[in-house]
């Protein structure tokens, strides 16, 4: 039971009010969707990660790193944290959208929609990068 254990996890260890309010805006006030409890994830696909610890916020970057020409695992970069005490929300949103921007510019561009597609969704064809729609859908030209 994941969510019972995230339950018990976040009773154990209550983030502070500080913590808590910049969890919230984080959750209700960002253009995109977010995902998760103590740990956000923000848009679809992931754009930035952001760790609530007992009295820092820690912002990650999405990162994958490849197995296998298909299989890859996630390996999130740890961009900077924002403490409570010395730090503010404001810091935390700046960071969170440097990080944001960092992920979209490894992006790439599908060679044949030309859709903008995260690294770990797109495949190679011929060398190229194509999105999975396109292999999918085997709307791509040889
Ligand atoms: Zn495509």
């Not at 019972?4 to 309010?21: G, I």
Request: aromatic residues 4%.
């Amino acid at each position: 039971m994941p969510s019972k254990l995230l339950d018990a996890l976040l009773l154990a260890m209550p983030l502070s009010p500080t913590l808590e309010s910049w969890r919230q805006h984080l959750k209700t006030q960002l253009p995109y969707p977010v995902q998760g409890a103590q740990t956000l994830f923000i848009g679809e696909p992931t754009l930035a990660i952001v760790s609530f610890q007992h009295d820092r916020a820690e912002v990650l970057l999405p990162a994958m790193e490849w197995r296998h020409h298909d299989i890859h695992t996630a390996k999130p970069r740890s961009q900077g944290g924002v403490d409570e005490q010395s730090g503010s929300l404001a810091q935390l949103l700046a960071l969170v959208d440097e990080t944001m921007a960092l992920r979209l510019k490894s992006f790439h561009e599908c060679g044949s929609c030309g859709k903008r597609c995260a690294p770990e969704l797109l495949g190679s064809l011929q060398g190229e990068p194509v999105c999975r729609d396109c292999i999918k859908g085997r709307r791509v030209l040889f």
